[in-house]
C-alpha cells in the first residue's frame, strides 16, 4: 500500500471544502441577489448589517475571528462602493439550496468565491444550524 493511501485510509477521505462567496468591484449594484439570500447575508452598499437581520440568532455571539458581538447590534459596513456580503452569515447556501443563489442570479458574475473563508460542506451546514435554530 503506497504511504499516501494508508495516511487517507486513517484519516478518511478528505472533507469537502467550500468558501463564502464575496461581492467583487465588477457589481453593477442591480440588487437581485440580496432577496435571494436565505441568510440575510448580502447588503446593500453602505448599509450596517447584524447577525440577527433574517436570522433567529440572540444575545452575545462569537464571529469567526473571535469577536464577541450582540446579535442585534448594527455593524459597520463592510463595503461603501458594492453591495456586500457578510462571511458570518454565509453558508454558501448549504441546506437551502443546490448551489449558492446570488451567484446564479448575478447577471455580471460579480459574486465569486472568497479564499479567505474556507470552511467544510459540514462547518457550513453547523452555522446554518445556528443562524436559524
Ligand atoms: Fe447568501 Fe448563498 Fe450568496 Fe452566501 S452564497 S451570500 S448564503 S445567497
Given amino acids: 500500500m503506497s504511504p499516501a493511501l494508508g495516511v487517507m485510509l486513517k484519516s478518511g477521505p478528505p472533507k469537502p471544502i467550500a468558501v463564502a462567496i464575496k461581492i467583487t468591484g465588477d457589481c453593477i ?56 456580503i457578510v462571511p458570518d452569515k454565509c453558508t454558501e447556501c448549504q441546506g437551502f439550496h443546490e448551489e449558492p443563489q446570488c451567484v446564479s442570479v448575478c447577471p455580471v458574475d460579480a459574486c465569486v468565491p472568497d479564499e479567505m473563508y474556507r470552511e467544510t460542506v459540514e462547518q457550513l451546514m453547523s452555522k446554518k444550524e445556528k443562524l436559524h435554530i
Fill in 29 to 84: 449594484d442591480c440588487n437581485a441577489c440580496p432577496p435571494e439570500c436565505p441568510n440575510t447575508a448580502i447588503y446593500e452598499t453602505g448599509v450596517e448589517w447584524s447577525l440577527s437581520d433574517g436570522t433567529s440568532l440572540k444575545g452575545s455571539v462569537a464571529l469567526m475571528d473571535g469577536t464577541v458581538v450582540e446579535a442585534t447590534a448594527l455593524q459597520s459596513p463592510l463595503s461603501t462602493t458594492v453591495c456586500y
